[in-house]
């Protein structure tokens, strides 16, 4: 079994910033992706971030420029740095996981809240 636990959530003001961060642990031999969802009430869960194992990244349209995903693949750790951040960035923000232990199986954190104060 896989757990991922997420910290750095928390309240900031429009353009502020935060960092949000992700760890793996349990069966793994190895991670093929790391990445980043968020979840606000009434809306589908949306693609923030990935990033996979060769540090190939992917960004939605809306934090392109904003948000930058890293992983440091010795602690099983991707990062979310989140810089300009905007009341619409609000939202649950949930860590998810392709880990290969036998086979490939997706993982989810638990989400960290993010609110952005106007």
């Known amino acids: 079994q896989v757990q991922l636990v997420e910290s750095g959530g928390g309240l900031v003001q429009a353009g502020g910033f935060l960092r949000l961060s992700c760890a793996a642990s349990g069966t793994i031999f190895s991670i093929k992706a790391m990445g980043w969802y968020r979840q606000t009430p009434g809306k589908e869960r949306e693609l923030v971030a990935t990033i996979t194992d060769t540090g190939s990244t992917n960004y939605a349209d809306s934090v392109k420029g904003r948000f930058t995903i890293s992983r440091d693949n010795a602690k099983n750790t991707v990062y979310l740095q989140m810089n300009s951040l905007k009341p619409e960035d609000t939202a649950v923000y949930v860590c998810?996981?392709?880990?290969?232990?036998?086979?490939?199986?997706?993982?989810w954190g638990q989400g960290t809240q993010v609110t952005v104060s106007s």
């Open positions: 998810h996981a392709l880990v290969v232990h036998g086979y490939v199986g997706r993982y």
